[in-house]
């Protein structure tokens, strides 16, 4: 069909996911079983550790996409915003992969004793010594221990799990029987359940990211790594919207409104990340006690300081002085160089937040899990949720405000 | 004589606002230039039905912006390491970082006032008086009414311009005639 023929035909549930959904399980399958045997197969410690390592950084970027796609849906419905419900299913697609992290999560918890020096029996716990590990054993009595991470982690996983299965299921129910009373539903369901997500992502980058260097603590932690995710999020929304054209898809209906919607909350999400990262980083630096001080020590001085500074122009200058731009905003193509690149940023950001605790005062290094264990596991969580998406509507197509966020205009 | 020392415009006011930018571009398709809309409340699609160039304002406001960190970064720089060097817990004295804050808000501060005092001298503000104020029916803009001005040639019939306006839907048209500004 021509592309005019494909906008105007009626939408109906879309079967097309198996083309990208068998080779995304396909390299994830294979990347994990690479990450694993890599792990498992090797004897030396700095393979092993930097396995581990390299399987946290991949799951922390799937998986912290996936929450904040969940984050995005409940955020909106609280905000009762009209102008992006074509963009919705997307974002619930989204959310839907992060029960697969429940299977994803056992490989963090296998190789735990390489990656935290509180996990029970762990080579690094020798490492702190005198004083630190005295105050280390008193962290570990009361939070840091294997039980009640284990607690944690059930409570994280059945709050997502849950949120994005009942938001996703109303909305799916909605392009059956349409109706406003669904909307009204979601509208309450959302707010309610925002402070636990709030809670929860905020515990969990504690324990996944925090809690490598255990001694080192920073209340707005939580928020760095959802600011991070949620830009994250925003960039893949924007790259499968351009690209969903064709029979059955949303893109067809998409107005340049919306893509300029898209570059301004990535704009604001990349100012956003800035003013977290450098509120954490000044609070350090302005108060410089030796709790505190040394996690940035680590990085801004020596072998990591060309990455820091890389990260901060990286990061927030190049991005945002190239998205102040509003031509660039209504050129979805152009728009997802962008959003390509920041994907690739963020990836970085975390590896600067996870790698200097396997090398330390080594500086950066790299190990090919990192390559193996980003597609296995960003495959598998891609495979889910395209799997998800299968004979669904790519739109939620009964939504009673549809027409109104088709017919969006810039204010 | 009078065409050269007086300016005329056609007002016409329109009920909604999507028949004044109707209105508004179907002028412009037929030639008329020089045309402004006026409207209680900003109008959508207003700019493009007038075919007005992109703003200049975000230019000053980076502008702006841009002054405002040379700025600040400069006066903290000059006070903290040449003025009145303190040394406080052994800090360095170029701490850029602890500068941030100070530079952030200059930066806004400035890019503020760009926006603000560049959008009111390119809209050629405050102006006590103009030479529509003189008709009250245009008073409405300030209310509830949307209305279109098109320049006219002083002096000569104005019948085919408000024809015309009529016909794209204006409830009513006047013509107003003044000193050049």
Redesign the interface.
């Known amino acids: 069909m021509t592309p005019a023929a494909e906008a105007s035909a009626p939408l109906e549930r879309y079967t097309g996911t198996p083309k990208l959904m068998v080779p995304a399980f396909g390299l994830g399958a294979l990347g994990l079983l690479a990450t694993l045997a890599g792990f498992f197969a090797s004897s030396d410690a700095y393979a092993k550790g930097a396995a581990a390592h390299s399987y946290l950084l991949a799951f922390v970027y799937w998986v912290g996409i996936s929450v904040a796609f969940l984050i995005m849906v409940a955020i909106f419905h609280t905000a009762k915003a009209k102008w992006l419900i074509v963009l919705r299913r997307t974002m619930e697609t989204g959310a839907s992969a992060v029960p697969v992290f429940i299977l994803l999560i056992i490989p963090v918890i296998l190789m735990a004793g390489y990656l935290y020096p509180w996990w029970p029996g762990s080579p690094l716990r020798a490492a702190i010594t005198g004083l630190e590990s005295e105050h280390l054993s008193h962290k570990e009595h009361g939070y840091l221990n294997w039980k009640f991470t284990l607690v944690r982690h059930v409570i994280y996983f059945v709050v997502w799990a849950f949120a994005a299965w009942k938001l996703r299921g109303l909305s799916l129910k909605q392009d059956a029987e349409g109706g406003l009373d669904l909307t009204v539903r979601m509208r309450r369901f959302s707010p309610g359940i925002l402070p636990f997500l709030a809670l929860t992502i905020t515990f969990a980058s504690f324990d996944w990211l925090m809690s490598l260097t255990p001694l080192w603590q920073s209340t707005i932690f939580g928020v760095y790594y959802f600011a991070g995710s949620f830009l994250a999020a925003f960039c893949i929304l924007t790259i499968a919207t351009t690209n969903a054209r064709g029979k059955d898809l949303y893109g067809n209906v998409v107005t340049p409104a919306h893509f300029h919607n898209l570059g301004k909350l990535m704009l604001a999400f990349t100012a956003f990340w800035a003013y977290i990262a450098?509120s954490q980083?000044?609070l350090v630096?302005?108060a410089?006690i030796p709790e505190e001080a040394p996690w940035y020590g680590l990085r801004i001085f020596g072998a990591w300081k060309p990455m820091s500074i890389a990260l901060f122009f990286g990061h927030f200058v190049l991005p945002f002085f190239v998205l102040?731009s509003?031509n660039l905003k209504l050129q979805p193509r152009k728009l997802s160089v962008v959003a390509v690149y920041l994907l690739a940023i963020h990836a970085v950001d975390l590896y600067w937040l996870i790698w200097p605790a396997l090398t330390g005062t080594n500086g950066p290094t790299f190990h090919w899990t990192l390559i193996t264990a980003f597609l296995g596991v960003g495959g598998i969580a891609v495979g889910f949720a395209l799997m998800n998406a299968r004979n669904n509507y790519t739109m939620p197509v009964k939504d009673p405000y549809i027409a109104e966020s088709l017919r969006y205009?810039?204010? | 004589m009078e065409a050269t020392v007086l300016d005329s415009w056609v007002l016409a006011e329109f009920e909604t606002p999507d028949v004044l930018v109707d209105a508004t571009r179907q002028m412009r398709e037929k030639g008329f230039q020089g045309m402004d809309t006026y409207s209680p409340y900003p109008l959508?699609?207003g700019s493009e039905a007038l075919g007005l160039p992109?703003s200049k304002v975000?230019f000053i406001a980076?502008c702006g912006g841009l002054t405002g960190l040379t700025t600040a970064l400069a006066m903290q720089t000059w006070m903290n390491t040449y003025d009145y060097p303190l040394n406080i817990?052994g800090?360095p004295l170029l701490?850029l970082?602890?500068w941030?804050?100070i530079t952030f808000e200059l930066s806004v501060l400035f890019a503020a006032f760009g926006i603000f005092f560049g959008l009111l001298g390119l809209s050629r503000l405050p102006q006590p008086y103009h030479p529509v104020f003189e008709s009250d029916a245009f008073r409405t803009a300030s209310t509830h009414g949307f209305w279109l001005s098109v320049p006219h040639a002083t002096g000569q019939d104005a019948a085919a311009v408000i024809d015309q306006l009529k016909a794209l839907g204006a409830t009513q048209v006047t013509v107003v005639t003044g000193e050049k500004e």
């Open positions: 450098f980083f000044m630096w302005i410089n102040l509003r205009v810039q204010p | 959508h699609g992109p975000p980076l817990g800090r701490s970082p602890a941030v804050p």
